[in-house]
């Protein structure tokens, strides 16, 4: 069965650093998303991507964010300078369509010291 | 205003039970809805979809949409230990971009 997968499944990093979280979506999808997850809270939605371009993006998703679909078959998420409070889980998610049926990755375990 | 609402429970109820699961959205331009399921540590899994007004059925599962009172319900029948885990409600809205927007969940607590 198809699925989305992400890399890597935990990063720990100090903060101020770069950090790049990695997602192969299903194959023949189109439409792409990051979701972030805070222990103990809930999904909340980072942006969404079609056509290689970002269609929305929550206020979360400020300018130390940054998405990009490189080759083809993956899709990134970059944080510029890692804070604290970046600490979560991030989900990387794609669809066939833009209704909302979304299938998602295992997740990266981000955590920033 | 929060966009999706939900009782974040626990609800708990007996193995065999019905368990019903609620939520409210703000943004009448929401378009489709969504039930995912999450077990803990886990990434959120797909397990209904419900676009018009009415019920609708997939085996134990029955999602209800109204969207004059913007209320979804998913209704789980005979339900089972393994059903044990916290349930998101979510909308999707497609104005200009498109976002699917999640609840906080409601923990859902089947006993044995």
């Known amino acids: 069965e198809p699925e989305v997968t992400q890399t890597p499944s935990h990063q720990v990093t100090q903060m101020g650093q770069e950090v790049i979280l990695r997602c192969v979506p299903i194959s023949n999808h189109l439409y792409f998303y990051w979701y972030r997850q805070i222990l103990g809270q809930k999904v909340e939605f980072l942006v969404s991507f079609y056509n290689n371009e970002i269609s929305e993006k929550s206020e979360i998703f400020d300018d130390q964010f940054s998405v990009e679909r490189p080759d083809g078959s993956n899709f990134t998420l970059k944080i510029r300078s890692t804070k604290l409070e970046d600490s979560a889980m991030y989900f990387c998610?794609?669809?066939?369509?833009?209704?909302?049926?979304?299938?998602f990755g295992e997740g990266s375990r981000l955590t920033v010291l | 205003q929060k966009e999706v609402e939900q009782n974040s429970g626990p609800l708990s109820v007996p193995e065999g039970a019905i368990a019903s699961l609620n939520c409210t959205y703000s943004?009448?331009?929401?378009?489709?809805f969504f039930w995912y399921r999450q077990y803990s540590g886990k990434s959120p899994e797909l397990i209904m979809f419900?676009?018009?007004?009415g019920d609708k059925e997939d085996g134990r599962f029955t999602a209800q949409l109204n969207k004059a009172s913007q209320y979804v319900s998913l209704l789980i029948r005979d339900s089972q230990p393994s059903d044990s885990a916290t349930y998101l409600c979510?909308?999707?809205?497609?104005?200009?971009?498109?976002?699917?927007?999640f609840g906080a969940g409601t923990r859902l607590f089947v006993k044995a």
């Open positions: 419900i676009y018009s007004n």
């Open positions: 979510a909308s999707n809205l497609i104005r200009g971009g498109f976002k699917t927007i």
């Open positions: 998610a794609s669809s066939a369509d833009n209704t909302g049926e979304l299938f």
């Open positions: 943004d009448r331009g929401s378009q489709s």
